[in-house]
């Protein structure tokens, strides 16, 4: 009898399985979604029985044989490697890294100890008159309405919660006290033994509700009936920084034609693909009538450089500071002292010389620095190209903020602490409850923001993320003035500045299906999703 086995290793997309013997002691209780443990090379590795068959056309005399079955009770079903096998094909790579993913950490001491509850085989059941669903949500209180409502009638069903980011986790469990005993959670932080422990009570049929992040959807569920993606406009629900670069939304839409499953989106802001959908007909939905964005102050930055205040604090946030009394949160979407360094006489631009991103300047080590692939080089005194004595360093980043701030709260007294927040710097300002509080982040920056004290939330250059060449760029920014929205209090004050002010998103803030229609005709036209996939 000759095997197909998945090994369980990232390895190229043409070694997606190879042909083993099976050993005649193991032919009447192999089967397919066994671990295995196969020889490969000179080393033994896991493997993941994907087919068997009777006879091989070639010869077999070259083929090795497998070594022993891990489990007689077969960790995967055989829609689960269906699945594989077709994610596989979607997203460019090897079946072998899919189901790295899917299985629980591969410790050949600890596999000896646990047990695989044999569960009936999943059964495709037709998914009509199951389209998706979307529900629209503004506050807290109407989050935990849906999300209890949806959770009241389980019984030993399955449902999958996903969020975007792990402290999403907190702010989905502190909802859902009533349900504590049937949840278990899942993501990239916890340690090997708690993916063992926790993979076990998801395969075994343990836990009911399962909350995770992105990598959770590929867990191994034998019952699952439902699906809900929460915060479903976050970019982070795609798995974008390596192989395979997947979407939540895709693969749920996989298992609900595939499995029957029920997916629910839901958020406090739509995201143009659903708002897409849901006018199409494709997903289900009430009524959604889509909330006007906050009043703010909206401030002309050109007018302000004619008046010779070159700063990035205006005359209006300056008068706000001055006014402040409780804490204020300063949003700049830019690492570093410095996001351009470049020579007026040649155009030459410190670009890192491996992906061709700009470099960054910090006040700490006086280097440029590549935030994409972490290579840095020393501030040159001289222009490289031409050689001429002055190199130009511009352009504002959280630590250029941070300087301007301090200055200000020095010089005109205040009783403020300035802090920054963003990738390079994490403090914990819940230790600094007591004190008031000036926060200059970026979005590294919201989970800690105190948003019950913060009085003054500021915006302070939109035309950085407009610039970036990216079709996403506008939708982005539109989402991240929604979740201000969302947390702030009501009356905060908003300050945005900008120097187009004729912009699309400051421009749509009244009419919210304006920037939905607007920008969905421009994605028509250059063929950019919904209408086309990537």
């Known amino acids: 009898m000759i095997a ?21 002691e193991l032919v009447e209780i192999i089967e397919p979604g066994q671990l295995v443990r196969i020889p490969l090379k000179s080393s033994e590795i896991f493997g993941l029985v994907l087919t ?59 596999l000896k100890s646990i047990s695989f509850t044999n569960i009936q085989e999943i059964k495709f059941t037709s998914p009509k008159n199951n389209k998706p669903t979307f529900r629209l949500y503004k506050d807290e209180q109407e989050h935990k309405h849906l999300l209890t409502s949806k959770l009241d009638n389980l019984q030993t069903d399955q449902t999958l919660i996903l969020v975007p980011e792990i402290h999403h986790i ?39 509700i399962i909350i995770g992040t ?48 029920s997916v629910m989106l839901m958020s406090y802001s739509v995201s143009v693909e659903s708002y897409f959908n849901i006018h199409k007909k494709n997903y289900t939905s009430k009524e959604m009538q889509l909330a006007s964005l906050p009043t703010c ?22 008068q706000a500071l001055l006014s402040l009394e409780g804490n204020a949160f300063l ?8 996001t351009y360094i470049g020579c007026n006489e040649c155009g030459w631009r410190a670009i890192c010389t491996s992906c061709k991103l700009p470099q960054i300047l910090h006040t700490k080590n006086k280097q440029l620095t590549c935030h994409y692939c972490k290579t840095t080089d020393k501030l040159p005194v001289m222009c490289p190209k031409c050689k001429a004595d002055v190199v130009t360093i511009g352009g504002v980043g959280t630590e250029t903020v941070e300087n301007h701030v301090r200055e200000f709260v020095e010089k ?10 963003d990738s390079q710097n994490n403090t914990q300002i819940s230790k600094l409850a007591s004190k008031q509080i000036i926060l200059i982040g970026t979005d590294a920056a919201f989970p800690q923001i105190q948003w019950q004290r913060t009085d003054l939330i500021v915006l302070l250059d939109i035309d950085k993320q407009l610039a970036i060449p990216e079709f996403r760029a506008g939708e982005e920014l539109w989402h991240v003035i929604q979740d201000i ?45 919904p209408y086309k996939y990537l």
């Open 4 to 24: 197909q086995i998945i090994p369980i290793k990232r390895l190229p997309r043409r070694f997606s399985y190879f042909d083993y013997l099976v050993p005649k």
């Open 52 to 110: 068997l068959r009777e006879k091989q056309e070639s010869d077999t005399s070259a083929l090795k044989e497998i070594t022993n079955i891990v489990h007689e009770t077969p960790a995967l079903s055989r829609l689960h490697l269906k699945t594989l096998n077709t994610l596989s094909s979607w997203y460019g790579v090897a079946t072998g890294t899919l189901a790295k993913m899917m299985l629980l950490p591969l410790q050949k001491r600890k």
């Open 170 to 208: 907190d702010e989905v469990l502190s909802l859902m006290d009533k349900h504590s005993e049937h949840i278990t959670t899942w993501h990239s932080g916890l340690s090997t033994k708690e993916q063992f422990e926790r993979w076990l009570q998801i395969r075994n049929g343990e836990k009911q």
């Open 214 to 261: 992105r990598g959770a959807i590929l867990l191994p569920f034998f019952n699952l009936k439902n699906i809900i993606i929460d915060y479903e406009h976050k970019s982070n629900h795609k798995h974008w920084d390596q192989a395979p670069r997947f979407h939540v939304k895709d693969v749920a839409e996989l298992l609900r034609r595939m499995q029957g499953v």
């Open 297 to 318: 102050k909206l401030v002309n930055l050109s007018n302000e450089h004619r008046g010779g205040n070159y700063s990035p604090i205006s005359d209006t946030l300056e």
């Open 331 to 338: 949003y700049i979407n830019r690492l570093g002292l410095a």
């Open 412 to 421: 005109n007294k205040l009783p403020h602490d300035v802090i920054r927040i």
């Open 485 to 529: 929205n969302y947390y702030k209090q009501d009356d905060a004050q908003l300050i945005i500045q900008t120097r187009d002010p004729k912009h699309l998103v400051p421009r749509a803030m009244n009419e919210p299906d304006r920037f939905y229609r607007t920008d969905l005709n421009h994605r028509m036209k250059l063929g950019y999703p």
